[in-house]
């Protein structure tokens, strides 16, 4: 049976010009960028090449650019790279996250608490998810290492004020990362956010999996996380991805060329799930925010529903969903981050999320519509 993929926040196929992009560095142009000679020159060149396109793109100089293997390690080397130079230069432990952060933020920030002696400290949330500026306010002092909320939620869509929260970090010294893996491909996030660190994996994107990089401001001082050859202007270790490097910014270049035009197919088909769940199913709750939200999401509660449950009667019925965020596919632990947002054991246990993306049509709407609404009946 065909099935329809409303699991684009999970991860996005390659576009087909991004893929044409990528070939020739495989085999053909199969230099080390770091060799001196001819082939190198054309591997370094490319590298080169694709971090000055995201340059551009961003706004920032090429050189706050460090390629990485996706999300998950920019996110690692922001938390950890930036914290232990911050305790190094002045003693600083306090680590302040949002509680709906990412796994990769989040398990990271308890690593460091566990085992490094930080302290990881939650900055309260409102029940959308976006963060509380004068609580954050509060909390700020120059004992704090860093700061990191997530820019688009993964889990619930929420969009974070990225701008308020850096300029809010930038008055007490205090750096500031920012999760936009999710983000990126559906915000045009330029470094006018102020932000001081920002990570981005290309497969969120329609680029490949296994690449990401991460922006650092010139003026921010981060510890090396993988240590070894001068890769990275030291800062990463290792032998680049130049095929997924250069895949990564051709797929960067084409969602921002492109950007007006998805932004108002994603917003026709995602307002249209909400209006239809609302409409039909008195008892759901949109979670998140219903304005400052990502164009492609949409995310609901289901009470008394199991969503795990659910998303497997949609997958028979050939629909493909998730129930948060896919690392808890399978998982039938209640979402952390609901739970977060105040949300009953029950209620984070009935969640479901459905992502839409460049191939999804309005007719793909309204037959997940009418699964999920046939689905519930027979799981009730
Ligand atoms: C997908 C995702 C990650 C992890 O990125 P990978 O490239 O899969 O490692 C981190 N944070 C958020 C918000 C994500 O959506």
Redesign the pocket.
Known sequence: MEHTYFDY?ATTPVDPEVLESMLPWFNGEFGNPSSTHWYGQKADAAVENARGEIADILGCSPSEITFTS????S?NLALRGTVFAQKRKQGATRILISPVE?D?VLKTARQLEREYRFTVEYIPVLPNGIVDLEKLDHMLTSDVALVST?YGN?EIGTINPIHNIAMCCKAKGVPFHT?A??ALGYCAITTADEFDLLSA?A??FYGPKGV?FLYKRQSIELLPMQTGGAQERNIRAGTQNVPYIVGMATALKLSRKRFLEYQALYLGLRDEIIRLITISIPNAILTGDLVSRLSNHASFIFPGVDGNRLVMALDMAGFCVSSGSACKTGNPEPSEVLLALGYSQGNARSSIRITVGRSTTMDDVHKLTDAIFSCLEKIH
């Not at 996706?70 to 390690?73: A, R, T």
Request: proline share 0%; charged share 25%; glycine share 24%.
């Open positions: 926040a996706g999300g998950s390690e996110d990412h990769a997530i993964n999760d893996v999710q994996g497969h969120k990401g």
